[in-house]
């Protein structure tokens, strides 16, 4: 065998164990992933999707650049999934028709009245039942009520020294604003869904788990969940991409 063939069997074997090492890594990520979305996302679908990423996480690592590559791929793993979560969005539309409404609402109060809105304002202004209006809050729970796109987890390929952030300056500084005016967003709603958000994203508890904390139902965990997001929707407006009915 010449030095070029032998190099390239030393390749593939680096490639193959690469991706026989790390295969425990997909189901770990995909796991974590489904205990935050609805029933109706399939974990297989989810762990194909992650497959890929570790492939191409493999075909491309480069261990000059300083990262791991556990540490690459799972970068490159979670975005596979995500990109599959986006292709396939089970929500209906009807749901995001909805959650536009009550983010309006919640806009027309708060700029009259100068405060938090309240459900009952809301449920009011919306024509509607205090009741429909928590079934509203809860499917906005488990939807993209805005989307950002986390450039850590978009399954781009990192770059070199930061991996994952953008070259691009302009991008940088949009990227920087969005997250001031969401921290600031967060910082401003009523304590109950701040701390459900925090629960939620910081510490990574699922809804279960948030509501023994709280000492609440885990269906009114989502209510505050899907209240948090939409009232965050109405006071961000200028950063939500709305989805064409």
Known sequence: MNGVAMYAATQERDYEDLVHRHAALVKRIAFHLMSRLPPSVQ???????????????????????GASFETYAGIRIRGAMLD???RTDWTPRSVHRKARQVAEAVRQIE?????????????????????????????????????FDDPAASG????????G??????????????????AEGISGLPERERLVMALYYDEELNLREIGE?????????????????????????????????
């Open 43 to 65: 974990s297989d679908d989810l762990i194909q999707a992650g497959m890929i990423g570790l492939l191409e996480a493999a075909r491309n690592y480069d261990a000059t650049q």
């Open 84 to 86: 599959e979560i986006r």
């Open 111 to 147: 700029n009259e009245q100068g405060r938090d809105a309240r459900d009952n304002e809301v449920a009011e202004a919306l024509g509607i039942g205090l009741n429909e209006y928590h079934r509203i809050l809860q499917d906005a729970s488990g939807c993209r009520v805005f989307s």
């Open 156 to 163: 781009d390929e990192p770059d070199a020294a930061t991996m």
């Open 165 to 182: 952030q953008s070259n691009e300056p302009l991008e940088n500084l949009q990227n920087d604003a969005f997250r001031d005016a969401l």
């Open 213 to 245: 904390v709280l000492g609440v139902s885990e269906s009114r965990v989502c209510q505050i969940h899907g209240q948090a997001l939409i009232r965050l929707r109405a006071r961000m407006g200028e950063w939500v991409s709305e989805i064409e009915e």
